[in-house]
């Protein structure tokens, strides 16, 4: 059965830092964070291929660092300079089809992790 686990979630003050991880049950060519806020659609964050190749959405540049231990199948998300719009669910997500797009906006996941929740104080 396919997990994907996500930790490191929590409290913040504007301007501080958070880390995000994601422990996968196995290998995953494609792995990427999503975020939700209440009442709006889930959007990607940060995609990475199994090559390290990376994309972001362009209010998390120069901000965010996404990564990833392939040899521990984890996933990382290290968020910095972080204001009150990065406040949302984040969502580990996957999927293994080599032929699919593995970057922001245009990635399809076939699985989702449970979320954890980011809230950055002003």
């Known amino acids: 059965q ?4 996500e930790s ?3 409290l913040e ?6 880390r995000l991880s994601c422990a996968a049950s ?7 964070w999503f975020r939700q806020v ?7 964050v940060s995609v990475m291929d199994d090559a390290a190749t990376a994309t972001y959405l362009d209010s998390v540049k120069g901000r965010f660092t996404i990564s990833r231990d392939n040899t521990k199948n ?7 300079s972080l204001e009150p719009e990065d ?8 999927h293994a089809r080599w032929d699919e797009p593995c970057r922001v906006g245009a990635m ?4 989702w992790g449970q979320g954890t929740q980011v809230t950055v104080s002003s």
């Not at 209440?38 to 990607?44: F, Q, S």
């Not at 406040?87 to 996957?94: G, H």
């Not at 399809?108 to 699985?111: N, V």
């Open 2 to 5: 396919v997990q994907l686990v």
């Open 8 to 10: 490191g979630g929590g």
């Open 13 to 18: 003050q504007a301007g501080g830092s958070l």
């Open 26 to 32: 196995g290998f995953f060519y494609c792995l990427a």
């Open 38 to 44: 209440p009442g709006k659609e889930r959007k990607g």
């Open 74 to 80: 984890i996933l990382y998300l290290q968020m910095n």
């Open 87 to 94: 406040t949302a669910m984040y969502y580990c997500a996957a």
């Open 108 to 111: 399809s996941p076939d699985y």
